[in-house]
């Protein structure tokens, strides 16, 4: 007896785009996630800030492009890690305003994470500027 054709399954009805689609809808997401977080996230707005007056900092400080790829690559893991935060506040909040156990450690082991994001910004700019 012949088994039944089975129609292939996908994760998600989203992911259905390929090639140069997959590209322009994934550019669209990303710049829609910039401008929620800048547009909802305190600390994100703080962060682009700080980042902003760091970036250019970096390409005048006296260092080889090794220092300053430190240097600008240090700034823009805070945002990424900031972004990753951010995430996943948003998705405790979703399933639950709950106060739970798990919910507040998912949320601050994320802040940890961007303490420790910050922790690294200060130290490699210490080590290039005086290290």
């Known amino acids: 007896m012949n088994a039944p ?3 292939p399954h996908t994760e998600s009805p989203f992911k259905g785009k390929t090639g140069l689609a997959r590209v322009f809808n994934a550019l669209r997401y990303s710049l829609a996630g910039l401008r929620a977080a800048f547009r909802h996230e305190d600390a994100f707005r703080q962060e682009c800030l700080l980042v902003a007056i760091l970036i250019p ?4 400080v006296p260092t080889n492009g090794a220092g300053k790829a430190l240097l600008v690559a ?3 893991l805070v945002l990424v890690v900031e972004l ?3 995430a996943i506040e948003a998705t405790v909040d979703r ?3 709950e106060h ?3 919910a507040k450690r998912a949320k601050d082991i994320g802040s940890a994470a961007v303490l ?3 922790i690294n910004l200060a130290l490699v700019w210490l080590l290039v500027l005086w290290g």
């Open 57 to 60: 900092a970096a390409l005048f």
């Open 84 to 86: 990753l935060n951010s």
């Open 116 to 118: 420790i994001s910050l």
């Open 5 to 7: 054709e089975q129609t």
């Open 95 to 97: 399933v639950s305003l």
């Open 100 to 102: 739970h156990l798990l």
């Open 74 to 76: 240090s700034a823009l």
